[in-house]
């Protein structure tokens, strides 16, 4: 299972966005970086993995420049998040991804880069809320890993909210979704992968 902990960002990572709450996930994913990043940009595979947010909606994309062809590759398809996209997406604490959608976020892309040799990071911010009120933004790091991919996420929330969050338990209560959407991104990608799955699709 996902290993959740709120834990401070590096001070390099956070020192630009003051945050009152950061919540830390982390998975081991039997796939390629490569591999697992395709599947989060993709938003037309939410609905079969992504239990938190089961859907998205694109509404504002913009034409990337990207020093990485692969990376580029990926921003040129149809569904796929692209730094300066901005979208929408359905929140569902149920456990099921079929449940219905209970609130609507907007984001924006700041940032989709490579790191190292055969890592990728992603970073999101949250839109249309006043700062002292609610600002959030996630980080996602996807980093090559003994026999696959290292997945690390952190949430970071501040504002006024972010201090209820802190002091209820709707702070766990994120903290769990994001833990059953980690272990269903993992089973997701490892399903497809698998040679079962592959003999499958040859039949």
């Known amino acids: ?5 709120v834990v401070p960002l590096p001070p390099s990572k956070s020192s ?3 945050s009152w709450v950061t919540i830390h996930n982390s998975i081991s994913i039997e796939a390629p970086p490569i591999t697992v990043i395709t599947t989060v940009l993709d938003t037309e595979t939410w609905p079969e993995w992504n239990l938190f947010n089961p859907t998205a909606t694109i509404y504002h994309s913009e034409k990337p420049k990207s020093d990485s062809a692969t990376l580029k590759s990926l921003f040129s398809r149809p569904g796929f998040l692209a730094p ?9 604490n149920d456990k099921s991804s079929s449940s219905r959608a209970r609130s609507v976020e907007n984001l924006e892309i700041e940032i989709i880069e490579e790191i ?5 990071r992603i970073v999101w911010r949250l839109l249309g809320w006043s700062n002292w009120l609610m600002r959030s933004r996630r980080i996602h790091e996807f980093t090559e890993s003994g026999r696959g991919t290292s997945y690390n ?5 501040g504002g006024l909210l972010s201090w209820l969050l ?3 338990s709707a702070a766990g209560k994120l903290k769990e979704s994001f833990d059953q959407t980690f272990d269903s991104l993992k089973q997701y990608i490892e399903r497809r992968a698998s040679p079962e799955s592959i003999t499958g699709a040859k039949r």
């Open 1 to 5: 299972m996902p290993n959740t902990r």
């Open 16 to 18: 630009a966005f003051r």
């Open 84 to 92: 300066g996209t901005k979208f929408s997406e359905s929140h569902s």
């Open 116 to 120: 190292g040799q055969t890592g990728y």
């Open 153 to 157: 996420c952190w949430t970071e929330l």
């Open 166 to 168: 802190m002091w209820t």
